[in-house]
């Protein structure tokens, strides 16, 4: 799915990706600056240095348009081509942000994807859908916790695992930094987690889901999924801006598990989180995107959030809507605001405040599950 066929061939208003930027420059510089930014995303070299007339017609970006925006800053609609991309996620991402990343007068703010870009890549392949199905929750939105800090052994993290599921939890994930640690590793922390999580289940009939996070070059994943998978995990994490945006579509594409995207890294270049976290991890695969909701303890503003979700869920060429996660210092209390501004097709993800109760963490869950079944009574 990320090759080109031979001989397959693109309609002409398929050839090119429309990238829109936000640059940084002064009014007479701008038309140089915009068409310095399509050479540097596309030959990478001065035009006059390219004399061959296809590469000119069909390889060069060209500037489509360019447009005032805030004083000193101008939106600089780039036209890249389709070929240039090779398919792959990461090749894709390289041609859209690759060098212009490391101008700080270079913001990416959104690109649309042909329709049949978005088909090759494929998008969720279980998306909301294949999540209510897995959890059997449906009508309202799904409930999430984390398994924290670092450091803990494996039996100490399915204590907490198994307390939450008890209680009535729908997902229970790694923390993002869980990785193969000699405290914790990987395939013991697993086989432990998901053994407790299912001995809850039993208990309960509740169908909790487990998701393990994958670290990692590609090899580790494949190994890793292999594992999870015959320990009986339904689910997995993972960070594409830490792992590689190809390894997200490649386990989109291999895996068989739904993929909750987390959002570590995303935040580390000039890309505007609606399409990073919504959009583009989307494209590439996730069934689910984690995002940090206003309010919390990272910046992002109730507008930005609202555009990762439709991002995320607005019909988009055929392709699965992924499934939104806001997170990021959330407590109990916040849970009927939540549930107001994101409606049942969301994922409402609570880590710290509920570890914190410590002994009452029984207690605290199942004011959360409560919390959110009930608030849209």
């Not at 296809?54 to 890249?80: H, K, N, Q, S, Y």
């Not at 907490?160 to 922390?189: C, M, N, S, Y």
């Not at 409606?343 to 207690?363: K, W």
Request: hydrophobic residues 50%; charged residues 20%; aromatic residues 6%.
């Amino acid at each position: 799915m990320d090759t080109a066929v031979p001989g397959t061939v693109i309609p002409v208003d398929e050839r090119w990706i429309d990238a829109t930027y936000r640059v940084r420059s002064a009014v007479g510089d701008i038309d140089a600056r915009a068409k310095a930014l399509a050479l540097e995303q596309s030959v990478e070299a001065p035009l006059a240095a390219v004399d061959d007339p296809r590469v000119l017609a069909e390889v060069v970006a060209r500037v489509d348009d360019i447009v005032p925006a805030t004083p000193g800053e101008f939106e600089v609609r780039i036209r890249i081509a389709v070929e240039t991309t090779g398919f792959e996620a990461g090749q894709l991402l390289n041609m859209l942000f690759g060098n212009s990343s490391l101008h700080d007068d270079v913001a990416l703010l959104d690109v649309r994807i042909p329709a049949s870009v978005a088909a090759r890549f494929g998008g969720p392949r279980f998306g909301v859908p294949g999540i209510r199905a897995l959890t059997d929750v449906h009508g309202r939105p799904l409930t999430a916790s984390a398994l924290k800090p670092q450091g803990l052994a494996p039996a100490q993290l399915a204590s907490i695992a198994r307390t939450l599921a008890r209680a009535g939890i729908d997902v229970v994930k790694d923390d993002h930094g869980l990785a193969d640690q000699e405290a914790a590793p990987f395939a013991a922390r697993v086989r432990a987690v998901q053994r407790a999580v299912d001995e809850a289940n039993g208990e309960t009939g509740h169908r909790c889901v487990y998701a393990p996070s994958l670290t990692g070059h590609f090899g580790q994943l494949r190994e890793r999924v292999a594992v999870a998978r015959e320990a009986g995990v339904r689910m997995i994490l993972v960070a594409p801006m830490v792992s590689g945006v190809g390894s997200l579509a490649a386990l989109a594409r291999e895996g068989g598990l739904p993929i909750l995207a987390h959002p570590a890294l995303a935040g580390a270049a000039r890309i505007a989180p609606p399409l990073i976290l919504g959009k583009l991890f989307r494209l590439f695969g996730a069934d689910a995107t984690i995002f940090p909701n206003a309010g919390g303890r990272f910046a992002y503003s109730a507008e930005t959030c609202a555009a990762i979700v439709d991002a995320a869920c607005a019909p988009w060429h055929g392709l699965a809507p992924t499934l939104p996660v806001p997170a990021g210092g959330m407590t109990v209390a916040r849970v009927a605001g939540m549930r107001e501004r994101y409606g049942d097709d969301a994922m409402l993800l609570i880590g710290g405040s509920l570890l914190a109760a410590r002994e009452q963490l029984f207690d605290r869950a199942r004011e959360f599950v409560a919390a959110v079944q009930g608030s849209g009574a």
